[in-house]
């Protein structure tokens, strides 16, 4: 079945440093590619997203790339603040629609000042 | 416009009590999910309602665990008999029509530790 590995956390850096956190799946077809924050004490939040292959998704700073030959949805950001310290998700879901989206276990990200 | 409203934020049951969850949708929102995810793993469907009615509950365990959305009133997640196995944080969403998570507003979520 569908599934998302995301790399394990917590990641911890220093403001400005730069960000990536790996992002895989596995899944038939071409479904869409989402990455969610969730900031302390709150929901989650879609952060961007891409549904084809070689897509960027983009916001706020942070970019990741819809990469079918090596099924990878990559976050990155050039700059950290010590405000991005949440939870990331990384998610897919059908492009046929649906509400199963399939969510990984999460990346917690401290930023240092 | 408030978001989605979850309560309690933390919840603790001993071993074979019942954990009522609820869930607030956004106002104007007639569409509810409910997602868990447990320790260490992502958020895993549990069930999709609508007002009065259950439209996807694949995700939901076929024992002990029960959903609503009333017609008037919070959506109620309900765990009866509750084991430490239940113990995890419970999101709710909601959404103005249906559709996948993209298209959902998510709550704080509850975390529900059963001692």
């Known amino acids: 079945g569908d599934s998302v590995t995301q790399m394990e956390g917590p990641v911890t850096l220093s403001e400005e440093a730069f960000l990536t956190i790996n992002c895989t799946y596995t899944?038939?077809?071409?479904?869409?590619l989402f990455w969610y924050v969730q900031y302390p004490g709150e929901g989650l939040q879609l952060l961007l997203k891409?549904?084809?292959?070689?897509d960027k998704g983009s916001n706020k700073g942070f970019e990741a790339t819809y990469r079918k030959e090596t099924t990878s949805f990559h976050l990155e950001k050039g700059s950290v603040q010590v405000s991005d310290s949440a939870v990331y998700f990384c998610?897919?879901?059908?492009?046929?629609?649906?509400?199963?989206?399939?969510f990984g276990a999460g990346t917690r990200l401290f930023v240092k000042a | 416009n408030a978001g989605v409203m979850q309560n309690p934020r933390h919840l603790v049951r001993r071993r074979g009590q019942e954990a009522r969850l609820r869930c607030s949708p956004m106002?104007?929102?007639?569409?509810v999910y409910w997602y868990r995810q447990l320790p260490e793993e992502g958020l895993k469907f549990m069930v999709y309602?609508?007002?009065?009615?259950?439209?996807?509950e694949s995700g939901m365990p076929k024992e002990r665990f029960s959903a609503e959305f009333p017609k008037e009133g919070p959506s109620i997640l309900r765990i009866q008999q509750v084991v430490r196995g239940d113990s995890a944080a419970y999101f709710c969403?909601?959404?103005?029509?249906?559709?996948?998570?993209?298209?959902?507003?998510f709550g704080p979520g509850t975390r529900l530790t059963v001692l």
């Open positions: 969403a909601s959404s103005p029509a249906p559709g996948s998570a993209d298209t959902q507003y």
């Open positions: 899944a038939t077809g071409y479904p869409s």
């Open positions: 891409a549904t084809k292959a070689d």
């Open positions: 998610a897919l879901s059908r492009n046929t629609g649906g509400f199963k989206t399939i």
């Open positions: 106002k104007g929102h007639s569409h």
């Open positions: 309602l609508q007002k009065e009615n259950i439209i996807d």
